[in-house]
């Protein structure tokens, strides 16, 4: 059974920083892309940021850029998300997702594994 697991959420004032981690567990995704998507109150979920296979070319959605930076620790089957100088409009639910094949996608149906995500609020 494939799982994976946020942790890192939390609790944060605007200009700080938070390390989302997200666990694979039940089969390694090492040359699939991961992803991270966020979704806040009232709105539909969107990608932040984007892997494909072996971390050889990434996304980032253009609110982020720049402050958040997606990284993989193939070994360990992980995918890390890190955020820095958060502002409170990144307040949200954050999702680790991964799909097979090679080549990251913007879309969330393109995505059959899901985490269950983890709350990351920034306070102003």
């Known amino acids: 059974q494939v799982q994976l697991k946020e942790s890192g959420g939390g609790l944060v004032q605007a200009g700080g920083s938070l390390r989302l981690s997200c666990a694979a567990s039940?089969?390694?995704?090492?040359?699939?892309?991961m992803a991270w998507f966020r979704q806040a109150p009232g709105k539909e979920r969107e990608i932040v940021a984007a892997?494909?296979?072996?971390?050889?070319?990434?996304y980032y959605a253009d609110s982020v850029k720049g402050r958040f930076t997606i990284s993989r620790d193939d070994a360990k089957n992980t995918v890390f998300l890190e955020m820095n100088n958060l502002r409170p409009e990144d307040t949200a639910v954050y999702y680790c997702?991964?799909?097979?094949?090679?080549?990251?996608?913007?879309?969330?149906?393109?995505?059959?594994?899901w985490g269950q995500g983890t709350q990351v609020t920034v306070s102003s």
């Open positions: 997702a991964a799909r097979d094949g090679a080549f990251y996608s913007r879309s969330n149906e393109r995505y059959p594994y």
């Open positions: 039940g089969r390694t995704f090492t040359n699939n892309p």
């Open positions: 892997s494909s296979g072996n971390g050889g070319s990434t």
